[in-house]
């Protein structure tokens, strides 16, 4: 199986390996500002670990119409799903920012 992070809205597919290993480089480069290098990048690999379960892949491709909801014993309606975590994941996203912005990790 090829394990996906993202569709792009060309279509373009981006693979979970290349995905995680990027963000690991930019991760420890910032992290390196604080000494901190081999963290980062630690964190940059295991940020979106999960992504890697069969569950997300069949998530993902059903939202992206790579799984045909008439034909995949698999499909599930991920527009279903995407309403009540979209506000989950802002709300722990607005957190983080302001916790990193007041350590002065962020600019403004």
Known sequence: MIYIAHVRKNGDQQKLSEHLLG???LAS???AKLDLAMVGELLGILHDLGKYSTEFQIYLKSAVGLLNQDEGENYVDASMIY???ARTVTSAHTRHQSTCR?????RR
């Open 102 to 106: 007041r350590a002065g990790l962020v």
């Open 83 to 85: 309403q009540g975590s």
């Open 23 to 25: 963000v690991a480089s």
């Open 29 to 31: 480069g910032n992290a």
